[in-house]
């Protein structure tokens, strides 16, 4: 039996996805939560085999919860289950190790097949991420240029940007130059919109 765990903040799909996955003989649903931070407690004392998170919930992200279990319990897969097929989202995915990335809009059976497919070992990605990931363009800024731009889409000043990344005002002025003109951006917001759409924050 494969004891899995729900984390997804809309109350609803998380009743009819947990009872949709009850149905099947193998799948016991052992737990679930609406809120990320409850979810993580839960999953700690319950020690699921599968952990099916969504991005956004209040307490903490999917995400969070995915790099928490990576480094502390390393044994439960973790899936997310999300409306979010942006590359940003996917690639911090990746980087917490997770076993498993799907949409939501997907049938049901797909999610039931890779819960099995992860606990066999494999992963399971939503292909049209898998493809938008290949063929994302490259990035054009700079390692510090890209620490100036999250700094600034994080809602800091050029004077905070400054202190926290240890510059002077000056620096960081020059540097928001370079961006929008390697962006071909006419403002910061354009710039923070076009790096978040390929992937580059």
Known sequence: M?????????????????????LEDDLTMIGTATNGQV??????????????????????????????????QPQVKVIILTTF???????QAISAEVAGYLLKDGPSDDLIVAIHSVMAGKTVYAPELVV??????????????????????????????????FLSDGTVRNYMSTILSKLAASNRIEAIQIARHNGWL
């Open 132 to 165: 938008g990931l290949t063929n994302q363009p490259q990035n054009p800024l700079s390692q510090r240029e890209t620490d100036v731009l999250q700094a600034v889409a994080n809602g800091l000043s050029n004077k905070e940007v400054a202190s926290q990344l």
């Open 39 to 72: 979810a993580l407690e839960q999953i700690a004392t319950l020690q699921p085999d599968v952990a099916l998170l969504d991005i956004e919930m209040p307490g903490l992200t999917g995400l969070e919860i995915a790099r928490r279990l990576h480094e502390q």
């Open 85 to 91: 097929a942006q590359t940003s989202y996917f690639k």
């Open 2 to 22: 494969i004891k899995l765990y729900l984390a997804e903040d809309q109350q609803l799909l998380n009743t009819a996805l947990a009872g949709i996955l009850e």
